[in-house]
């Protein structure tokens, strides 16, 4: 299947020679992709070893094939077409779904079908491969094992032509180097099965033989790949093929590359918030001990205590992040001038201790208690910090205040409706700055907090959501308050667990907090 397909532009690539080729080279054209980003979602190996091929050559005068299933034949057919500047092709199938390892992609695609199998996948292969031989039209195809040999013959029947099968790389010629596709990119998947294996491989090769450039990705996202990030950084190229399953629809890819190639990561590495660390914050407001933990020392005894907090959760190779979550917006049993029941902090006074968190690796959550304000009007007033690729958002419903009611006389809460206006104005600005997954914090610990929770929007794909229980007093009552949480969330919503420190009667270790079920991918110390 092709997804997201690329309309084509010819070029002339410099030709071969050889005992084959004569005194006069045999041109060879290369395909240009002009559109931006396509898709090559393609399961099977040979398949989507086609749709490289069928992308960035128009003809050439030799093939490199190899099976599916034999690993050193691949990598004999790999090294063989990069050298000589040829596409390479995959014949037969092999043992798996042709999806990477890693990370979900978080959309259906065609990997979500149950691929073909049996006779029926062995018929759809041999025929694209013997299209493509077709397509191409090469003198000569040469196969590195008996079972691509038999694969190829099969394949052209009887419509093999001028075209020569052979065995012995000597007889090849060999072909100059391309002009080469600088402008062109090449997403392949790093490790998987063995069908995917051999699909990266094929692709690879074709790639390099056409000059275009190959950045390897594990799993489906780019962002999520530290090392895919630091090669796709900078660099903007005017075309990509992503070869293989899970990396689609091309749209959303198109936004991911943008992030990517924009370079910036997160503390911890990479763009994308969860899986792939834990936070560990310090929740309060500067200069108020009465707030919480972060606000009982100042800004440098903060970021100290703040690492030290975090150190015993560096567990399991899980990169941790200390983080603050700083209260922007506090709820006041007063009105104030506004008749909102929510002091402001100024953007001035939270640039210090944002600017600082962030030099020292560390991210940072902006908390709202909105009292009878709008969230989303309060969330506009920190615009510039948001813009940072190290600073998230809170929502704290227990502070949302209707007409006529007071702070501390009820438990506030917050619709979905309201919320998702919030999550899209963010998303917007998230994707204007082409910035990593942003944190997006929903505090919860009564589940009427959270009004029609099963309505959140949970679709924006550079949101990182995740519902924090803030429940209080002993471990069993914070339990019951754990299950309820959990339970209510959306799907795909990561979680957050508070520990209070003197309100918690124990308060829970590193170890047993990281036992709780699911673990929490945000902790934080009030």
């Known amino acids: 299947m092709l997804v997201g397909a690329a309309a084509l532009l010819t070029g002339t690539l410099a030709g071969c020679t050889g005992p084959a080729a004569g005194n006069d080279p045999t041109p060879a054209e290369v395909a240009t992709p002009v559109r931006s980003v396509t898709v090559l979602d393609d399961p099977s190996p040979t398949e989507l070893s086609v749709a490289v091929s069928r992308h960035l050559f128009a003809a050439t005068p030799a093939v490199i094939v190899a099976a599916a299933t034999d690993p050193r034949g691949l990598h004999q057919a790999a090294t063989l077409a990069a050298q000589r ?8 199938t092999a043992a798996g779904t042709g999806r990477a390892g890693g990370a979900p992609s978080g959309s259906p695609s065609a990997a979500d079908s149950p691929p073909a199998t049996g006779g029926a996948a062995t018929h759809a ?41 052979r065995t012995d790389p000597a007889a090849v010629p060999t072909t100059r180097p391309a002009r080469g596709l600088p402008g062109v990119t090449v997403l392949v998947h790093a490790g998987g099965d063995q069908a995917t294996r051999a699909g990266a491989a094929a692709a690879t ?14 799993g489906d996202d780019p962002r999520a790949d530290p090392a895919a990030i630091d090669a796709l950084a900078h660099r903007d190229p005017a075309a990509v093929l992503a070869a293989g399953t899970g990396f689609g629809p091309a749209d959303r890819l198109t936004e991911r590359l943008a992030v990517a190639v924009a370079g910036r990561q997160l503390p911890g590495g990479g763009q994308v918030m969860f899986p792939g660390r834990r936070l560990v914050a310090l929740y309060g407001h500067p200069g108020t001990p009465v707030l919480g ?18 150190q015993p959760y560096r ?36 640039r210090p201790w944002v600017r600082a968190a962030g030099a020292a690796g560390m991210y940072v959550v902006l908390d709202l208690q909105p009292g009878r304000a709008d969230l989303l009007d309060q969330a506009k007033r920190y615009r510039s910090l948001l813009a940072l690729p190290y600073v998230g958002l809170a929502l704290d419903p227990e ?47 009564q589940l009427s907090m959270i009004g029609h929770e099963d309505r959140l929007d949970t679709g924006h794909d ?3 959501l995740l519902i924090h229980m803030d429940g209080q007093g002993s471990p069993d009552l914070k339990d019951e308050t754990w299950s309820g949480v959990v339970g209510a969330r959306p799907d795909g919503v990561a979680l957050g667990w508070k520990n209070f420190c003197t309100k918690d009667h124990p308060m829970l270790s590193p170890g047993q907090t990281l036992a709780k079920q699911p673990r929490p991918d945000m902790i934080s110390y009030q």
């Open 85 to 92: 500047h040829v596409p390479m092709l995959v014949a037969g």
């Open 125 to 165: 292969s041999t025929a694209a491969l013997g299209a493509e031989l077709r397509r191409l039209h090469p003198q000569n195809v040469l196969t590195v094992d008996p079972a691509a040999q038999r694969a190829v013959r099969s394949a052209l029947g009887s419509a093999s032509g001028a075209t020569a099968v």
């Open 205 to 218: 090769a074709t790639a390099r033989a056409a000059g275009a450039r190959v950045v390897p990705v594990h």
């Open 293 to 310: 933990a972060l606000g009982a020392q100042d800004l440098a005894a903060s970021i100290a205590r703040a690492k030290r907090v975090a």
């Open 315 to 350: 567990t399991g190779g899980v990169p941790v992040v200390p983080t603050f979550e700083i209260i922007a917006t506090t709820a006041q049993a007063s009105p104030g001038p506004d008749g909102r029941y929510s002091a402001v902090s100024s953007v001035a006074s939270l």
């Open 399 to 445: 502070w949302k205040l209707a007409a006529g009611q007071r702070p501390l006389e009820q438990i506030g809460t917050v619709d979905a409706s309201e919320i998702n206006r919030v999550s899209g104005w963010l998303s917007g600005l998230t994707a204007t700055h082409r910035l990593p997954q942003k944190l997006l914090v929903l505090h919860q610990f």
């Open 462 to 464: 550079n949101l990182s």
